[in-house]
C-alpha cells in the first residue's frame, strides 16, 4: 500500500525551539509538498520541491525552511518556533506535472506553547 | 488569476439522500482534484479527472470542460460520510501547485 509519512501525529514544542518535521513517501514521486491547515483559512502552501535539493516557496514561507537531500524525504524545519506557527501540518506528495496520484500524510498537529 | 470556488460551505442531509458538491474554476485547467478530510484525520484523494465521470462506489464525480464546472455526488448517504470535501485544481500554469478550494462540511443525520 503506498503512502506518505509524517514521522510524528502530535508534537509540542516551546516557543523558541528548532523544529523539524519529516515526511517520507515511497511511491518515487518526484513532487513534495508542504502544506498547514488552520480553521477557516484552509490549506495554505508554505514549500514544494519538484526534484531532489530543488525546492520552491509557496505561499507562506516565512519562519520555515525545507530539505530534500533525497527523493523520498522532505523535511520541514521552524528555525525558532513561535506560537502562531501551532497549526496542523500536511505532507503530500505527486508525480508529474499533472497532479497524478496526488497523496497526502496523515498530519501532524504541532502545538507551540 | 487562477480561482476555485466551492459550494456548499456547509451541507446537512438525513441518511440515504443524494448528495451533491460543485465546484467551478477558472479557464486552463488540467486537472481537477476532489478529496477528503474525515475530523482530526488525514486528507484522502477520491478522484483525479480531466473530463467525463468517474465512480467509485457510492461516490460519482463529474467534470464539464465547457462549464468549468465539476460535481461530486454521494448516492445513499451514511454518517460515516460525514467530512470536509475539497476540490482542487491544477491549473496548466500552476507550477505543480494546487488551487484549493475552501471545502465543503458535510454532515450526514442517522
Known amino acids: 500500500d503506498v503512502k506518505v509519512t509524517q514521522s510524528s501525529r502530535y508534537l509540542v514544542k516551546r516557543t523558541g525551539e528548532k523544529v523539524f518535521l519529516e515526511c517520507v513517501q515511497d511511491?518515487?514521486?518526484?513532487?513534495m509538498f508542504w502544506y498547514r491547515q488552520d480553521p477557516g483559512l484552509g490549506l495554505r502552501l508554505i514549500y514544494f520541491?519538484?526534484?531532489?535539493?530543488?525546492?520552491e516557496k509557496g505561499d507562506i514561507p516565512e519562519g520555515y525552511s525545507v530539505s530534500r537531500e533525497k527523493k523520498e524525504r522532505f523535511s520541514l524545519i521552524l528555525e525558532s518556533a513561535s506560537t502562531n506557527q501551532t497549526s496542523m501540518y500536511l505532507c503530500?506528495?505527486?508525480?508529474?506535472?499533472?497532479?497524478?496520484?496526488?497523496?497526502f500524510g496523515s498530519g501532524t498537529r504541532l502545538t507551540v506553547v | 488569476k487562477n480561482e476555485v470556488e466551492q459550494s456548499p460551505q456547509n451541507l446537512t442531509a438525513q441518511e440515504g439522500e443524494f448528495i451533491t458538491i460543485n465546484c467551478s474554476y477558472s479557464?486552463?485547467?488540467?486537472?481537477l482534484h476532489w478529496l477528503q478530510q474525515h475530523p482530526g484525520g488525514g486528507i484522502v484523494s477520491l478522484f483525479m479527472?480531466?473530463?467525463?465521470?468517474k465512480k467509485h462506489g457510492r461516490l460519482i464525480a463529474t467534470i464539464n470542460i465547457q462549464e468549468k464546472h465539476s460535481s461530486l455526488h454521494i448516492t445513499a448517504s451514511h454518517p460515516r460520510d460525514s467530512a470536509v470535501y475539497i476540490c482542487?485544481?491544477?491549473?496548466?500554469?500552476?507550477?505543480?501547485?494546487?488551487?484549493w478550494g475552501a471545502g465543503t462540511k458535510l454532515i450526514i443525520k442517522p
Open positions: 503530500a506528495s505527486s508525480s508529474g506535472q499533472g497532479g497524478h496520484g496526488y497523496t
Open positions: 511511491m518515487d514521486h518526484e513532487n
Open positions: 520541491s519538484y526534484d531532489v535539493k530543488m525546492k
Open positions: 479557464v486552463g485547467i488540467s486537472a
Open positions: 479527472l480531466s473530463s467525463g465521470k
Open positions: 482542487a485544481a491544477y491549473y496548466q500554469d500552476s507550477n505543480y501547485q494546487l488551487i
